[in-house]
């Protein structure tokens, strides 16, 4: 009998008071360079573009000057950090209501909170 690894779906309402609009088909990740302890990428984890010669979304840290990087949403929900044999694909939310404080490594510095907030202008934060 085969064996079968089954998670959670839908999204993090802790993080998304709303999400209007989703990129369709999702993200797959580039993942040099991101660790985390829990082994999962956490939903709220900013999500760059993608890349061309690749085909991979980078997934994007703040720097704490105001230039984090080019963003174009934000994970959707939690999923599985997968580090060899297969890809790390996320649903992207383009727009809708985000909580701040729930953020992954909240509180964010103000400066990459205001570069967020340009480079994202259909997300709303509270």
Do not use: Q, W
């Amino acid at each position: 009998m085969n064996s079968r690894v089954v998670t959670a779906g839908g999204f993090d309402k802790v993080i998304f008071e709303s999400v209007i609009d989703t990129l369709a088909g999702g993200a797959s990740l580039d993942i040099s360079g991101f660790t985390n302890s829990d082994g999962i990428i956490p939903a709220g984890t900013f999500i760059g573009p993608k890349d061309g010669t690749t085909g991979l979304h980078p997934i994007v840290v703040g720097t704490g000057d105001g230039t984090p990087g080019a963003v174009i949403g934000i994970s959707h929900a939690s999923v599985p950090l997968v580090t060899s044999g297969g890809n790390n694909v996320v649903g992207v939310v383009l727009e809708g209501v985000v909580r701040l404080d729930a953020l992954p490594g909240a509180p964010l510095d103000v400066d990459d909170i205001a570069a967020y907030k340009t480079a994202l202008p259909k997300i709303t934060f509270i």
